[in-house]
């Protein structure tokens, strides 16, 4: 049997998995003949794993919620079930909630050190993966079905089973310490304050609380520009990218997923896709610096 697997905290993302599963039933089982599977709160970490690895498809769908952690190994559940597919090489579909547009309870947020580490997963994920972000219920079954023709197409069933690799470096998590969690919408100052004094000669002028653009010098540009490149197309034009991150950097994401577009000539969509990605590992690399990691 062609099983698919969802991986989600349950009780945040329960409307999500849901709408998932009912959709899921009507139209992949008839076009792919797979069907979904998931794990329930109380199923065993061994059960977990093995309905990941024996899964034509791994989808992780990541709300705000880290999730329980293990505490054996110090991971969630869901980053668990994640590394497992990356080890057995399982086709992997990666969903993240849109912070800007999704309507989200505050009690499915998490807060302190749990927020850090999904930040960070986060950010690991956004640059292992082509991430697609989802705004509603309907917007991910949207986004799923169209994906899973890709990862489940007639010579992606017919292809061997492969074997364990070693999972890569950059996704192993391992939650660290924090002193302090810095909101997703990040101000300009706290960004200023951010960035090490190694990387600007001068002082940087202030940023009207109401600015719509975050001024990069050269040496905070090429700073920035570091830390993003592993998400950016090949040789990606420097004034587009500028012009995005400073809009960016002043948590004008609209405006900056535009001028990207029209910048480098792509897609609104594909824009917004890519800003998202910046963002995330912007946010990360405001919790290390602020966290002297």
Known sequence: MTTVFVSSTPFDLAVHR??????????????????????????????????????????????????????????????????????????????????????????????????????????????????????????????????????????????????????????AVAPVTVAAVVTPQAQPAALSAAVPETVETAAVPAVKKNSQRYLLTEPRFAFFKSKVLPVLPPDFDDVTLKDALELLLASNTLSAASSLARGAAMPLEDAVELIRKMELIIIDTIYKQKNGG
């Open 18 to 171: 849901k709408r998932l599963s009912e959709e899921f039933a009507r139209e992949a089982a008839a076009y792919f003949g797979a069907t979904l599977t998931s794990a329930l709160p109380e199923t065993p970490i061994e059960d977990r794993l093995r309905l990941v690895r024996s899964a034509k498809a791994y989808i992780g769908v990541f709300g705000m919620v880290f999730g329980d952690v293990d505490a054996s190994t110090g991971k969630s559940l869901i980053q668990l079930e994640y590394l497992e597919a990356q080890l057995y090489c399982v086709p992997t579909l990666i969903y993240l909630i849109d912070e800007d547009e999704h309507p989200i309870l505050p009690k499915n947020v998490d807060t302190g050190i749990a927020a850090q580490w999904l930040a960070d997963f986060k950010a690991q994920l956004s640059q292992s993966h082509d991430v697609r972000f989802f705004d509603s219920p309907d917007d991910l079954v949207a986004k799923i079905q169209n994906d899973l023709h890709r990862v489940l197409s007639p010579a992606q069933k017919a292809a061997p089973a492969a074997a364990p690799v070693s999972a890569p470096a950059s996704v």
